[in-house]
């Protein structure tokens, strides 16, 4: 009995001695759960346990909501980005020399924390800066990363934490796992396509190397952008408006304004004088009866002459200082 009186009289003064840790054992204990499990996942004791002062090491911690029924699309977007940044850190410091612990505290294990920090939207991310030691900081409030910007990536916020480190401390690089899956899914995409072009070739390149396919999609875009179909998409211009007499008006005043019908109908004439010009150039030639290459001029000439005569009509309309006309308009 004297023997265990004596051997618990022995022990007493280190007991005591590990009842009272000091900042440094804090440090060293939570970090080696870091290194085990990346970004601690803390509650509201272990978080009041982490960032209480006196402390002689720097915290940063994420305040974020994940669950689906609290509807922050923000937190689990950035919360991948945030577990790569926590285990690239702790796996390139194991030794701690950095002196900075990660931790999420999401809302379901830390209510009563949220609610001392008066806290409305997540998620919020806090760096604790040491409040002993050579690096403490007189001011004992943390700093405050608001993602006003949205979704940030994980080199964003370790430039941000770099930025309340001292210029010396360790700073390990952001190491972003190979994405196997990706990396499959372009080279089968790349490999499906070359093959699809080798079968295809035989039949896609006479498509592509026709004159008249090329002239064709020449002509549309031609007619299509000089009629003012840019214009509309950039104005936002009204399809039509109306004349002030219970009518519709198709064409609107002024050559620097233009309504949507409008350039639909200016892009018809000039397809229309296109038609009638390369008829004219190409078709009208090769005709081999002289009666219907005769009946084919008039008539092409004669479509010329009213659509030309229609469009100068237009452009009086749009401006009556404009002085060219054709019958018969």
């Not at 900081?137 to 990363?145: E, G, L, M």
């Not at 179909?229 to 198709?250: C, E, L, P, T, W």
């Not at 296109?274 to 004219?280: G, M, Q, V």
Request: with cysteine.
């Amino acid at each position: 009995m004297r023997w265990f009186q004596l051997l618990a009289a022995s022990v007493l003064p280190f007991v005591a001695l590990a009842a009272k840790k000091s900042s440094g054992d804090r440090f060293n204990d939570f970090h080696t759960k870091s290194v085990a499990s990346g970004p601690l996942k803390l509650d509201d004791a272990s978080y009041t346990q982490l960032t209480k002062a006196p402390r002689d090491y720097s915290v940063a911690v994420l305040l974020t909501a994940l669950e689906t029924r609290f509807g922050c699309v923000l937190c689990r977007e950035f919360q991948p980005e945030w577990e790569l940044l926590g285990k690239s850190w702790t796996k390139g410091d194991k030794v701690g020399a950095s002196r900075l612990i990660y931790g999420t505290l999401d809302f379901v294990d830390g209510k009563n924390t949220f609610q001392s920090l008066m806290l409305q939207t997540a998620p919020i991310l806090l760096f604790f800066h040491p409040t002993i030691g050579p690096n403490a900081k007189t001011d004992a409030q943390p700093v405050r990363f608001d993602f006003s910007a949205g979704p940030q990536s994980a080199e964003q916020i370790h430039t941000w934490v770099s930025r309340h480190l001292p210029a010396d401390a360790v700073k390990p690089t952001i190491r972003r796992p190979i994405n196997y899956v990706k990396i499959i899914s372009v080279t089968t995409a790349v490999l499906g396509v070359i093959t699809f072009f080798a079968v295809a070739s035989p039949y896609l390149i006479p498509v592509l190397q026709n004159r008249n396919l090329w002239a064709a999609f020449s002509l549309i875009a031609v007619l299509l952008f000089t009629s003012g179909h840019m214009f509309n998409h950039i104005r936002k211009v009204q399809y039509a408006g109306g004349d002030g007499k219970g009518g519709i008006s198709y064409f609107a005043g002024g050559f620097s304004n233009q309504f949507g019908l409008e350039s639909q109908i200016v892009a018809a004439m000039y397809g229309v004088l296109s038609f009638a010009t390369i008829s004219l150039a190409l078709k009208v030639p090769r005709i081999a009866d002289a009666r219907a290459q005769q009946f084919a001029v008039f008539l092409w000439s004669g479509v010329l002459l009213l659509m030309y005569s229609f469009l100068l009509s237009v452009f009086r309309m749009k401006n009556g200082g404009y002085q060219f006309w054709l019958p018969p308009f």
